[in-house]
């Protein structure tokens, strides 16, 4: 065999193998989230449930299923998560991982004092 063929044989298998890991890492770590959204996970929902609901904004909710399943993540937390514009999988199952969710602020803008406001709520 000559120098030449394998210099080929061997940019050919570096290209090949090139090619599937950055398709590989675009999965983990590519953009997936299409808009920014916010996303309400229940206690009940399972992984299958969160891909559901993350195919309305997501380019390919099939890539979250197997990130999960490489990082062995199994159960979300329940709550409210907000997704911004760009966040990969790998960010998102870190996120519902750890429980990082955004609050919710409520304000009742009728009652004074919080004793009023329990008054009127025991009253109801």
């Keep these: 065999m000559s120098k030449k063929f394998i210099y080929a044989v061997i940019a050919t298998i570096l290209f090949v193998g090139g090619v599937i890991g950055y398709n590989y890492y675009q999965k983990i770590f590519g953009k997936a989230i299409t808009k920014d959204s916010v996303l309400f996970v229940s206690s009940n929902d399972s992984l299958t449930d969160v891909k559901d609901k993350l195919s ?3 380019k390919n909710p099939n890539t ?5 399943a490489k990082k062995n993540f199994s159960k979300p937390k329940s709550g409210r998560y907000v997704l911004t514009e760009g966040m ?37």
């Design 56 to 58: 309305e904004f997501s």
């Design 64 to 68: 979250f299923l197997l990130v999960a």
């Design 88 to 124: 990969s999988n790998n960010d998102i199952i870190n996120m519902l991982r750890i429980g990082n969710q955004t609050p919710l602020k409520v304000s009742f803008n009728n009652q004074d004092t919080l004793e009023k406001f329990a008054g009127r709520i025991q009253n109801n």
